[in-house]
């Protein structure tokens, strides 16, 4: 007795095989971040002793910082953020001079392109408050580099100040970005807050 060829069986066991070869291969997820809660965008007022001040954020605070056997007028201090484990490093100097403004400008153009090895881009903006007598130029830095946002503040005849942000661990852009945002926004308030106090310290 032959054996009948039952069409419907053989019909479920191809889509059967097919269903097994057609399965997509597993992809692993790609690296997730967590999730970081900011603190609310408030500030307070600060006047530096050198002669400048602006708004600080209130989760933030100033570290002077005296250099021994230092002669210069230059002064140092950091605007420490500790819930980002970042600096804004900043230096105020006043000017004496025209060569001055373009000596300290061009010290901070090479700050900035220093990191231009590492950069994958470097975003340029310039500011102006004539209100405040205060104009300069921010510089934003993509890609892994140590001090992704940086800038310089002057009146052009008497007053100076550079600031670069640094934060305390490996620049890694992804896990930073989110914070980077935050800070930046920090960094163009102090701006835009920023005054010259002693007007009179250099005829």
């Known amino acids: 007795m032959k054996a009948r060829f039952n069409g419907a069986a053989f019909t479920a066991v191809c889509m059967v095989a097919c269903l097994l070869g057609c399965s997509e291969p597993v992809v692993p997820k790609p690296q997730g971040y967590p999730r970081l809660e900011f ?14 001040a602006f708004e600080v954020p209130v989760y933030g605070k100033i570290e002077r910082i005296e250099r ?4 210069s007028e230059a002064c140092w201090f950091n605007c420490s953020l500790p819930r980002f484990s970042a600096k804004i490093h900043c230096t105020y100097m006043p000017l004496s001079s025209p060569a001055d403004l373009t000596e300290y400008a061009n010290d901070a153009h090479q700050m900035v392109f220093s990191h231009e090895l590492k950069a994958s881009g470097i975003e340029t903006r310039a500011f102006s408050f004539p209100d405040h007598a205060v104009s300069g130029l ?13 800038f310089f ?9 550079r600031g670069s942000l640094y934060f305390d661990h490996s620049p890694n852009p992804d896990s930073l970005q989110p914070s980077l945002e935050h800070v930046k926004h920090d960094i163009v308030h102090l701006i835009e807050t920023l005054e010259w106090t002693n007007t009179n310290s250099i005829p």
Not at 39 to 52: L, V
Not at 68 to 71: N, W
Not at 153 to 161: C, E, G, M, N, P
């Open 39 to 52: 603190p609310a965008f408030n500030y307070t007022p600060y006047s530096h002793p050198c002669g400048i």
């Open 68 to 71: 021994a056997g230092d002669s």
């Open 138 to 150: 921010l510089f934003r830095l993509s890609g892994p580099v140590a001090s992704p946002v940086q």
């Open 153 to 161: 503040a002057t009146d052009s005849i008497r007053h100076f100040l």
